[in-house]
């Protein structure tokens, strides 16, 4: 590393994660602890019909005889998961569900600060927002427009109450409770999250979005989105993610589900910015986070683009069960770890039906002492004759003292499907950097440039709005983090 | 223009000497040609002269209009007109020709204190140029330099100089590799940056092309040193007779 880039890391890990602000919000909180009884008591809160309950108690008892996975590559002390309270609702100041006006002002400011206008006259673009802070979900915009379509998107609760048939039809048929220890907790407690149904033939007009904000202390997320397309439906998704900067660690587990019916398109975009953890890796977000789309229809897609910026850890593998004859998968992924960030992240492709199609593009960044793997399933299972699968992992690493470890699982259960793998790993170059700014640009833009280059092929996949706040918070997460 | 005196230059990973006193001067409007046999530390130069910072400097001073050359940071040097274009241009994945050429124009003419160019403006600008070295348009949207062949990636350096406009040149073999055609091109394009307040340095190993690009003198460096100055005649005197008879006539 040259000196120059060292004193550029210095700076880089010496600036403020920019959400980082904590707000003073009145809260109706839970007790620590975790118990058949907070079950009750957040299911009671939610006022949620008997299935619910029962589903969320079967979830906790499996959960109990389930251990705490230790297959990753990463590390971290114990969770007491007796510690965490697992539910904490922003106060509202009127009653009256899905009402804009009811917002705490202190709770619209929050979101406004972080760029997120809840105000419908002021968003410009064609977005729709569902808010979720802690463990509820505080407004959700553009719900009657888009229900002149028939779309409905709304929170969790709200479909619990108003859909709750779609519910139980859907609810856990892509990652049952029993699937993985995280996915168990988050069936057992979780508290809201998104949920969307788009009709028969019917292509949503907006960008439907979720933006996920932890404020409370002590508290974990644990929200679950489910999405529905019916029969040539179309919905493109965004996800987005911001906590406090906090000395301890706050463990958020989500649940996405996806279901695609014949014909239809999911589109499924992801920019994590959870608080990574400060430049000694005190503190931070533990996302350990079950993603799955379900293609079951023919000719269905279900494509995830993720973004990885944030969080001291992640941990997650959004998959496509590839059902439905001819129906595609993919996965487009940049993690990027800096300082004592860890994120063990990739994919799962199950061919299960004839002619199935899967691409999984990986790109992972290491600077500082960060570990960065990718770790991929790709199954052909016998039935699934003529599919095909190209997968591309490419890592660069910013330094010497971070790693990355690229594990590619290929199952191929017949002999007319063709499976394609590449990887390559490489130091950003100290040529690269030299013609760079040999050109003029600063050592900041040059690593910018050529990590942008490097990432090209999954930012391109990203809606035009969030492919430029990707870019720049790649930028602000690795400025001059050059060995 | 440029003064270099007494320079001894190191390789900092291993402390190998490469560059063993070279002195220098170069003066504007001039084009001065280097030549010299392989590994003999042309490249070196060309690069310790737009900063790399994979070599060290252990002795001697290079003087840049005046100032202390080896103070500035690379891209300093490229803000205060100082282009290399190298012998083994890089390649950056992902980022289009344009994008990249454009962002370097705008720090330079940021540091220049001259307004930033809008796409428009910059599209125009690589146009007219492009049309002038005989490059097809189409190179603006490849990413820099990826899977240009190798004569391509030399007439993009050539591209960069003319749009970047900068004082002092400097050519690391940018003849080398390049068809006849290309090379009666690049050196025509040369020949139109020639001005009389901007020095060109030309490595070379070919007299080819110092009958197109004229030079003012001709330096012989060999080991580390400039053994032989004179003027365009010293380029032919080497055809004929090899670098042989250089030695041991510092
Ligand atoms: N990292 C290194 N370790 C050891 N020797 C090095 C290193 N880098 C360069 N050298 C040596 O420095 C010497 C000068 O190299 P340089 O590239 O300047 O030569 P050149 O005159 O440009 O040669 P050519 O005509 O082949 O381009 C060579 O002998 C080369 O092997
Ligand atoms: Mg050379």
Redesign the interface.
């Known amino acids: 590393m040259?000196d120059?880039a060292h004193h550029e890391l210095e700076k880089l890990t010496d600036q403020d994660y920019k959400y980082g602000f904590t707000s003073d919000i009145d809260a109706d909180q839970a007790p620590p602890g975790l118990s058949e009884d907070i079950i009750r008591l957040i299911s009671e809160k939610k006022k949620e019909p008997k299935f619910m309950l029962e589903w969320r108690l079967k979830a906790y008892r499996h959960w109990g005889t389930m251990k705490e996975p230790t297959w990753s590559h990463v590390h971290y002390p114990p969770i007491d998961y007796q510690s965490i309270t697992y539910y904490s609702a922003p106060r509202k100041k009127k009653e009256g569900p899905g009402s804009l006006d009811a917002i705490d002002p202190e709770v619209r400011a929050t979101f406004e600060k972080l760029g997120i206008s809840i105000d419908e006259q002021k968003r410009l673009s064609g977005i729709a927002v569902d808010a979720v802070m802690d463990s509820v979900s505080v407004a959700t915009t553009f719900q009657k427009e888009l229900a002149k379509k028939g779309i409905i998107f709304c929170s969790f609760s709200e479909a619990v109450q108003n859909h709750p048939d779609l519910v139980k039809r859907y609810l856990g048929t892509v990652v049952p409770y029993t699937d993985n220890f995280f996915a168990a907790l988050n069936a057992a407690v979780f508290t809201d999250g998104s949920f969307c149904y788009i009709p028969k033939r019917v292509h949503c007009p907006m960008e439907l979005s979720t933006y996920f904000r932890i404020n409370a202390a002590n508290t974990g997320q644990f929200e679950r989105t489910l999405i529905v397309a019916e029969e040539g439906g179309y919905v493109s998704y965004l996800e987005g993610c911001t906590a406090p900067r906090r000395d301890e660690n706050q463990l958020h587990a989500a649940v996405v589900e996806l279901i695609a019916l014949d014909h239809a398109r999911i589109k499924y975009s992801t920019v994590q910015n959870w608080y990574p953890g400060d430049k000694e890796g005190r503190g931070g977000i533990y996302n350990f986070v079950t993603k799955r789309g379900k293609c079951l229809g023919k000719n269905s897609k279900i494509s995830w683009t993720q973004v990885e910026t944030g969080s001291s850890i992640t941990w997650k593998y959004p998959s496509c069960l590839l059902i439905g004859d001819h129906s595609v998968g993919e996965f487009y992924s940049v993690a990027v770890t800096n300082n004592y960030q860890q994120a063990d992240t990739g994919t799962k492709m199950i061919h299960i039906g004839k002619n199935t199609k899967s691409t999984i593009v990986s790109k992972g960044i290491s600077a500082g002492h960060a570990q960065n793997t990718y770790r991929g399933l790709v199954r052909i299972q016998k039935g699934a004759t003529e599919s095909r699968n190209y997968s591309r992992c490419d890592s660069l690493l910013m330094g010497d003292q971070c790693g990355a470890h690229t594990f590619p699982y290929v199952e191929v259960g017949n002999h007319s499907s063709q499976v394609e793998h590449e990887a390559t790993t490489s130091k950003i170059?100290?040529?690269?950097l030299?013609?760079?700014?040999?050109?003029?640009?600063?050592?900041e833009?040059a690593v910018n440039?050529?990590v942008?280059?490097?990432?090209?092929?999954v930012f391109r996949e990203l809606p035009m709005e969030f492919a430029v706040e990707a870019q720049k918070l790649l930028g602000i997460s690795l400025e001059g983090s050059v060995g | 223009m440029l003064n270099i005196n007494n320079l001894h230059v190191r390789i900092k990973d291993n402390g190998i000497e490469i560059l063993k006193g070279i002195d220098l001067r170069v003066n504007p409007g001039e084009v001065h040609a280097i030549m010299g046999p392989n590994g003999s530390g042309k490249s070196t130069l060309a690069?310790v002269l737009?900063?790399?910072?994979?070599y060290e400097v252990t002795q001697g001073e290079i003087l840049y209009e005046g100032k202390n050359l080896l103070e500035l940071?690379?891209?300093n040097?490229?803000?205060e007109g100082i282009?290399?274009a190298?012998q083994y241009?890089?390649?950056?994945?992902?980022?289009a020709n344009s994008y990249?050429?454009k962002?370097?124009?705008n720090?330079?003419r940021r540091?220049r204190g001259q307004e930033e160019l809008d796409a428009m403006d910059f599209l125009s600008l690589a146009r007219e140029k492009m049309k002038f070295i005989k490059m097809d348009e189409s190179f603006l949207n490849r990413?820099v330099n990826e899977g240009f062949s190798g004569g391509e990636k030399k007439r993009n350096e050539i591209l960069?100089m003319a749009i970047?406009d900068p004082k002092l040149a400097i050519l690391d073999e940018t003849d080398s590799g390049l068809d006849i055609d290309a090379l009666k091109i690049v050196a025509e394009g040369v020949n139109a940056l020639r001005r009389p307040d901007r020095a060109m340095i030309l490595v070379t190993h070919y007299q080819r092309l110092l009958n197109y690009i004229v030079p003012d003198y001709v330096h012989v460096l060999s080991g580390g040193r400039i053994v032989k100055s004179g003027d365009k005649g010293l380029a032919l005197q080497l055809e004929e007779q090899g670098y042989a008879w250089t030695e041991g006539g510092v």
């Open positions: 040259t120059i170059g100290e040529d690269q030299f013609y760079c700014k040999q050109r003029g640009l600063s050592e833009d440039m050529i942008n280059g490097f990432c090209k092929e | 690069q737009a900063g790399r910072e994979t940071s690379p891209e040097r490229a803000r282009f290399l190298l241009p890089v390649e950056i994945p992902g980022i990249f050429l962002a370097s124009l720090a330079i540091h990413p960069q970047l």
